[in-house]
């Protein structure tokens, strides 16, 4: 298995189930990995969403 590494990307847009996240081209991650996303709401609480890459667009 793999050593987990860090590349930092941004949300550009969700629809449904489906998130779009935009990455350096250099700094894609693979296929059928997890990709973790964190943020804090409004009242400052932490979230924390894990997702699977299906797909590179563009």
């Known amino acids: 298995m793999s050593e987990a590494t860090q590349s930092i990307g941004k949300?550009?847009?969700v629809?449904?189930?489906v998130v779009d996240?935009?990455?350096d081209?250099?700094?894609l991650p693979?296929?059928?990995n997890?990709?973790?996303l964190e943020w804090t709401g409004?009242?400052?609480e932490p979230h924390r969403l894990?997702?699977?890459v299906a797909q590179h667009i563009g």
């Open 34 to 36: 997890a990709v973790e």
């Open 42 to 44: 409004d009242e400052g």
């Open 11 to 13: 949300v550009v847009q």
């Open 30 to 32: 693979e296929i059928y």
């Open 50 to 52: 894990v997702c699977e």
């Open 25 to 27: 081209p250099e700094n």
């Open 21 to 23: 996240v935009e990455f």
């Open 15 to 17: 629809i449904g189930p």
